[in-house]
């Protein structure tokens, strides 16, 4: 039938046809033979390996992660280790110094003390012997004087002039 130039067939769109719906099933399950046949279980293989590929790097993941946690906690320590160390170090290396200051510090005042004691003694040395000296130079310009009082006539005028003599003589010594 025509009708203002469209083909209408007999039938719409939404009319079941039994012999379509019949050939429509067979090539679905056709297909669908074919499909199972050869297509099928390589997708399934295929797919479940991917998952497996998945899972696996999924676990390689969380061990790597859990490993490189284990070592960031191991740094950790051992930074706190070596933190604690270098303290350590530093607080003997002071003590060291304060130890070592302190025994130089004694062993210096030590050799002060016995240097001083050492002038000290040396100067004591030096006054006996200075002493010692003056004594004999007085001894001997008494003995000197006497003898030359005893050789004189024992005037007073002569025997103040030789007393006199004798303290400038004893004052010329001394200088």
Known sequence: MLTSGIIVLSGGL???NPGLIFWTTVTFLIVLFILKKFTWGPMLSALEERE???KNSI????SAKEEAEAVLNKNRQLLAQAGADADKIIREGK???DKLKA????KAHLEASRMISSAKDEIDQEKRRALTELR???ADLAVKGAE???M??????KQKNIVDSMIQELSQHRN
């Open 14 to 16: 939404l009319d079941p």
């Open 52 to 54: 497996k590929g998945i």
């Open 59 to 62: 676990d390689r993941a969380q």
């Open 95 to 97: 003590e060291y110094g």
């Open 103 to 106: 025994e130089i510090t004694e």
């Open 136 to 138: 004999t130079e007085v």
């Open 148 to 150: 030359k009082i005893i």
């Open 152 to 157: 004189a006539n024992l005037d007073a005028e």
